[in-house]
């Protein structure tokens, strides 16, 4: 089943896609942990995170394999179970960070994965867990990344715990501890540009709440040779080029140095004083302020520096041979600046850099030096006074890291943590003392390494109550004898060709060797070789069968090197230095002290003796770094230089120790809470041991009993694909589960959702109605206590006003007031208005009449002329006929007209009688004539001047108003109307009776023409008028059923007007 894994530079994983379920896991960036065991799933690609989990586990190629399927995906570390092994990427995969470290802060080892940081926090848990010392040992040849992997641990250290109460400069003195050994101990080299050409043990102690609170270091052999001598393309010390290219020009003049590497001998031997990689100048200013941090003062540096420069100087002496080729000094100017920068004599410098003194039967003899012998003397003294000013720096570093607290009680309680980064193991073409004190490290190292794994493997086996079985390794204990066993070992014969009288040589010692360990089985000659291997090696060589390879070592200058001579002359000079540093790196006691210093092997020899006990103390954690290629490029996979590491590391005997048993273990718990998904009966929670639950898992999941073990507290599970096996079925079980996660969760969140909701929506309701019911409350109270009051007032209303009444009474007031607003009267006929509160009837009144007024007003501004006109009119009529005649209540819905007669009507020659005379009326009318009273049709017309009467076209009649004195009519229905005219006139024929349908309307009209409003005399009875000149007639009325108008028998003209309702 093929998966396929999409990986971020970090080496998490951040998606898993599988091929018949497609699923999306959103890992990685954002800090979502990727299991050590679900990268398991990932392993065609990118490999497995443990090599223990390699089926094919005793294959080099499958190792190899391994790492560089990894390496592909940068993916740099790989675990052989607890061990970290490292590939140096050569390129920054910003998995350093800050982010970093808190990522892999507090979690198991397995659940994240495999990284540096995991392998620090691992180990400072254990440390403050456990308060047992730990040791964290980094190994590798040169260039694989140690050092940068102590400085990244020691970073890791100094970010992530907590700073000591007092003192919390600490942390950055081991921090700033690095850049200045570095300077001194570090050059550029073949292999690597920033090679520590020392060992370095470094203590970093913590007190009991796992602060840094002091530390120490341990150095072990310095490459001094390199101060004299350098490789063709390799430097001196760093720290050489750093003051020369960052030094300020006053310091230069006074150390008396010139900014050029290219003047100085010990500089130029590698032919490369400049590497692009190497910033000097920069560096020189970290230098600068590191020295400062780890307490040195101006003075200090400025001696310091003095023995650097007077290193340079010595380079630059020369001498020349006199007659008797004894050396003499030539560069007298050298000279002049070594006496003043290591504060010595002048002239004790230049006999002692010619002379050798000798004492021979208790009296000091001077012997002069040859040109060559001279030489090696003046390089002796550089490579002494360098490597002692190291040794001093070491310790100067090691007072300031001194914990100041040492007295106080949490001292007592601290619990310390030790990095060791050692070279690695060395061949080269030529090999030489280096190489051989180096790769005995290396044995020891390598020895303590199976001893330890071995010994915690077999412990845990027995702590399981598991029953151990051998595991066939090789154990190089045998090489570490042959080295330093003593009288047979290589040291102790070294030693003794270095001690004993006469001509020892280089080559007398190899024949000793020869003599002494021919039948060793890892130890060959030329001599003792068989005839096939003799070619390759030459006769003053030997070879050493390493547990990591063959090595062929030179014998060329080991004695020399291991009794690291410096004349005694030479050494008194510098024991009388006033440098102060020099003054302490050369003691007196030195020269006082008749017995022999060790020999330098014996002396490494037992300082590793010494660190082996160290580490031996402490619980070990292994880093194993691999280098990827020798050209230092990135992404470049070599893979024959792979193998050959891989081989002398040990990782393969490594993983098979750790095979040799069991491929993966776990503890119950762990184990239970990652696969218990796959068992009904254990999911989703155990209630039992985790012992028994892991039990009923496996015996679900069909494991054969060979497979898997049951220990005290692990389960350990023999074979990778057993694993895989499980692995590949919780991926599909995961499937599912995540959809039903999901689900829950949603459903989960939703109803959280809704229960805030809810709540909410409870909440606001509940004030609301609080708000709503205290409104009313209030609403009610106030309701209440008007209530009361207006009881109150009522009750007294007709008393005074006082302040019990003066609220009802203000109410009916008030409310007589704003209720008289919307009662008002509609119009003037309405008479209708609201009873007044009695103190308000005066008001009322006023209010009344002004009401009145104003709708009289209004009404009076809103008529139209023609209107005005009518109701003036019939203003008149009312006056003339209210109350008196029976048919005049019939004429007030009726419309006074304009006149009931049109022009047309008029005959135009009344017209023209007429002349300029307007007619304002004209109404047809019946004329009864005065004496038999027949009843004529005629036109009655009224002009401004006079009442015309009209017989068709001719004028019958014309009364001037003048004459007109008077009008009647009866007070029945009837409407006949007498117009009486001056009787002296004699125009005139008498009085006219006439009849007008619409009696009220003429006369009234008339009456307004004639002025004759008061002249209207309205008759009960009969009405007399003058019917012609001396007689006149009479009209009676009587009240009957219709009107009917005759003469009477008496001559009389008879009326009878019906009766109306009305009256
Ligand atoms: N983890 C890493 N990430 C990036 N670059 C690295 C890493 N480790 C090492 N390097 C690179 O490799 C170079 C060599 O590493 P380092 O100096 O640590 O090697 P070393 O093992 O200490 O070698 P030597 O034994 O010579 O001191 C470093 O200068 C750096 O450029
Ligand atoms: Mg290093």
């Known amino acids: 089943m093929a998966l396929q894994v999409e990986l971020i530079p970090t080496g998490e994983i951040i998606r898993v896609v599988h091929p018949y379920r497609p699923c999306k896991l959103a ?299 004894n050396a003499q000094v030539t560069t007298e100017n050298q000279l002049k600046y070594l006496t003043r920068l290591l504060g010595v004599e002048g002239s004790t410098l230049r006999e002692a850099l010619t002379h050798r003194k000798i004492i021979a039967k208790g009296e000091e003899l001077l012997s002069p030096l040859n040109l060559e012998q001279a030489a090696y003397a003046r390089d002796a003294l550089s490579k002494a006074i360098y490597s002692r000013t190291f040794t001093w720096l070491v310790g100067k570093i090691n007072r300031s890291l001194a914990s100041k607290d040492a007295e106080s009680p949490s001292w007592r309680s601290t619990t310390v943590l030790g990095l060791l980064d050692i070279y690695g193991f060395e061949v080269f073409q030529h090999n030489s003392f280096e190489q051989f004190c180096i790769n005995y490290c290396n044995e020891k190292l390598q020895q303590l390494f199976i001893e330890l794994t071995l010994k915690s493997e077999q412990e845990e086996y027995e702590a399981e109550g598991i029953a151990w079985e051998p595991v066939q390794y090789f154990n190089n204990k045998i090489i570490c004898d042959l080295v330093e066993e003593k009288f047979k070992g290589i040291i102790s014969i070294l030693d003794e060709e270095c001690l004993r009288p006469g001509e020892a040589t280089d080559l007398t010692f190899l024949e000793k060797l020869e003599e002494t360990i021919k039948h060793h089985p890892h130890f060959l000659t030329h001599k003792l070789a068989d005839q096939r291997t003799r070619k390759s090696l030459d006769r003053g060589e030997f070879r050493l069968l390493h547990y990591a390879g063959e090595v062929t070592y030179n014998v060329t200058g080991f004695l020399d090197k291991n009794n690291d001579l410096l004349f005694r002359n030479l050494k008194e000079t510098m024991c009388s230095s006033k440098n102060p540093i020099m003054s302490q790196c050369f003691d007196r ?232 607003r919307r009662q008002l009267p509609r119009n003037v006929l309405d008479t209708s208005w609201p009873t007044p509160p009695p103190a308000l009837r005066e008001a009322s009144e006023l209010l009344r009449e002004l009401c009145l007024k104003n709708m009289v007003w209004k009404y009076c501004r809103s008529i139209s002329p023609e209107w005005k006109q009518q109701l003036q009119q019939k203003a008149v009529a009312s006056e003339i006929f209210k109350g008196k005649k029976d048919n005049y209540p019939q004429s007030v819905p009726r419309l006074f007209i304009s006149t009931r007669l049109g022009a047309d009507e008029i005959s135009s020659k009344v017209l023209q009688a007429l002349g300029s005379e307007p007619i304002q009326y004209a109404v047809p009318v019946v004329k009864y004539d005065r004496k038999g009273y027949k009843p004529r049709s005629r036109q009655l017309l009224l002009t401004p001047n006079a009442v015309v009467i009209v017989e068709d076209a001719k004028v019958k009649q014309r009364i001037d108003y003048a004459n007109l004195t008077g009008i009647s009519v009866s007070s029945l229905s009837d409407s006949l109307f007498v117009l009486h005219v001056q009787r002296e006139d004699n125009k005139q024929k008498g009085d006219v009776v006439l009849q007008s349908d619409h009696v009220i309307e003429t006369l009234t009209k008339m009456a307004l023409s004639a002025d004759r409003v008061n002249n209207i005399n309205i008759n009960q009875g009969s009405i007399t008028f003058a019917g012609g000149p001396g007689r006149d007639g009479i009209i009676d009325f009587t009240p009957g059923s219709e009107l009917l108008i005759t003469k009477a028998k008496n001559g009389h003209l008879a009326v009878v007007a019906p009766r109306l309702n009305s009256r």
């Open 27 to 325: 890992l990685g960036s954002d800090g979502v942990r990727v299991t050590m065991e679900s990268a398991l799933t990932a392993r065609d690609r990118v490999g497995v995170q443990d090599f223990v989990l390699l089926e094919n586990f005793t294959s080099e190629a499958a190792f190899i394999e391994n790492l560089r399927r990894r390496f592909r995906e940068n993916l740099i570390y790989t675990y052989i179970g607890p061990v970290l092994v490292s590939v140096n990427p050569y390129r920054d995969l910003q998995i350093y960070s800050r982010q970093h470290m808190e990522r892999y802060r507090g979690v198991s080892f397995y659940e994240v994965p495999p990284h540096l940081f995991a392998v620090a926090d691992t180990v400072y848990r254990a440390l403050r867990t456990e308060r047992r010392d730990q040791a964290v040992m980094i190994s590798g040849e040169s260039g694989a990344g140690k050092t940068e992997a102590t400085k990244r641990l020691l970073q890791f250290y100094a970010e992530t715990c907590p700073a000591p109460e007092r003192g919390g400069a600490v942390r950055d003195r081991l921090l700033q501890s690095n850049p200045v050994l570095e300077a001194f101990g570090n050059a550029k080299t073949l292999r690597n540009d920033n090679s520590s050409r020392f060992g370095k043990y470094m203590d970093v102690q913590f007190d009991f709440k796992g602060a840094p609170v002091g530390g120490h270091i341990l150095s072990y052999l310095l490459e001094k040779s390199r101060v004299v001598h350098q490789n063709h393309g390799e430097r001196n010390f760093h720290i050489f080029y750093q003051l020369l290219e960052g030094g300020e020009e006053e310091m230069l003049r006074r150390l008396g140095l010139e900014r050029n590497p290219q003047s100085y001998l010990y500089l130029v031997k590698g032919q490369c004083a400049k590497v692009s990689s190497i910033n000097d100048k920069s560096d020189w200013k970290v230098v600068r302020k590191a020295l400062t941090v780890i307490d040195f003062t101006e003075d200090e540096v400025e001696d310091l520096l003095s023995i650097v420069a007077s290193v340079l100087h010595l380079g630059n002496t020369h001498f020349a041979a006199d007659e008797e080729s």
């Open 589 to 820: 006691s030195e020269l006082i002290d008749k017995k022999r210093p060790e020999t330098v092997a014996t002396q490494f020899k037992m300082s590793l003796l010494q660190l082996v006990e160290i580490l031996k103390s402490k619980e070990p954690a292994y880093i194993r770094c691999i280098k990827p290629n020798d050209a230092k490029q990135p992404s470049r996979f070599d893979e024959v230089l792979i193998r050959h590491q891989v081989k002398y590391l040990g990782l393969m005997e490594n993983l098979r120790v750790r095979r040799a048993g069991f491929a993966y273990r776990r503890k119950y718990e762990a184990f239970l809470q990652r696969y218990k998904s796959l068992c009904p009966e254990t999911w989703p929670t155990w209630a039992g041991r985790p012992q028994d639950g892991v039990a009923v898992l496996v015996r679900h999941l069909g494991y054969k009993p060979e497979e898997y073990k049951m220990g005290r507290t692990k389960i350990f599970i023999r074979f990778p694909k057993t694993l895989f096996a499980t692995e590949d079925a919780l991926e599909v079980r995961r499937q599912s589960l995540a959809t039903k996660i999901q689900a829950a969760w949603r459903g989960f969140h939703w109803r959280q959702k809704f229960l805030r909701v809810k709540h909410s929506a409870i909440c606001i309701q509940s004030w609301w109605r609080g708000t709503l019911g205290r409104r009313k409350a209030a609403k009610r109270k106030w309701a209440a206590e008007t209530i009361r009051r207006l009881i109150h007032g009522f009750i007294l209303r007709h008393a005074p006003r006082c302040p019990e009444n003066a609220f009802f009474l203000d109410h009916v007031r008030t409310s007589f007031l704003l209720n008289l």
